[in-house]
């Protein structure tokens, strides 16, 4: 998500003054919000993960829709918006990945001891 938000903000000094305080403003804040939501679930604990990173999922949609926006829009040319997608499309991989091994462990605790 780093390297989204890095590739982000050289493209978004450069968006049309129509979307930039818009869009690309929303954009922006939607990049920063994800990565507050994977920086504290990485922080917590297994059980308290879940809804952040269910969290992030979410926001990460949104901006891929935002995005798309821009580019069907004009606002943001094909190779921004084709660079923008590959790490935004790796950090979707990895949030569901991660999600996936979340829920598995929550609703199947490891057993401490033997019967």
Same mark, same amino acid.
């Given at each position: 998500?780093?390297?989204?938000?890095?590739?982000?903000? !050289?493209? @978004? !000094?450069?968006?049309? /003054?129509?979307? $930039? @305080?818009?869009?690309?403003?929303?954009?922006? %804040?939607?990049?920063?919000?994800?990565?507050?939501?994977?920086?504290?679930?990485?922080?917590? %604990?297994?059980?308290?993960?879940?809804?952040?990173?269910? *969290?992030?999922? $979410? /926001?990460?949609?949104?901006? /891929?829709? *935002?995005?798309? #926006?821009?580019?069907?829009?004009?606002?943001?040319?094909?190779?921004?918006?084709?660079?923008?997608? #590959?790490?935004?499309?790796?950090?979707?991989?990895?949030?569901?990945?991660?999600?996936?091994?979340?829920? $598995? /462990?929550?609703?199947?605790? !490891? $057993? %401490? %001891?033997?019967?």
């Amino acid at each position: 998500m780093k390297a989204a938000y890095l590739l982000w903000y !050289q493209y @978004y !000094q450069k968006l049309p /003054k129509t979307h $930039r @305080y818009t869009l690309g403003l929303r954009v922006d %804040g939607l990049l920063i919000e994800c990565i507050e939501a994977i920086a504290s679930a990485t922080f917590l %604990g297994s059980a308290e993960k879940e809804p952040w990173i269910r *969290l992030a999922i $979410r /926001k990460l949609d949104t901006l /891929k829709i *935002l995005l798309m #926006v821009l580019w069907e829009t004009g606002s943001l040319e094909t190779n921004k918006y084709a660079a923008l997608s #590959v790490p935004l499309e790796d950090a979707g991989k990895q949030l569901t990945g991660w999600y996936g091994q979340i829920v $598995r /462990k929550n609703e199947h605790p !490891q $057993r %401490g %001891g033997r019967s």
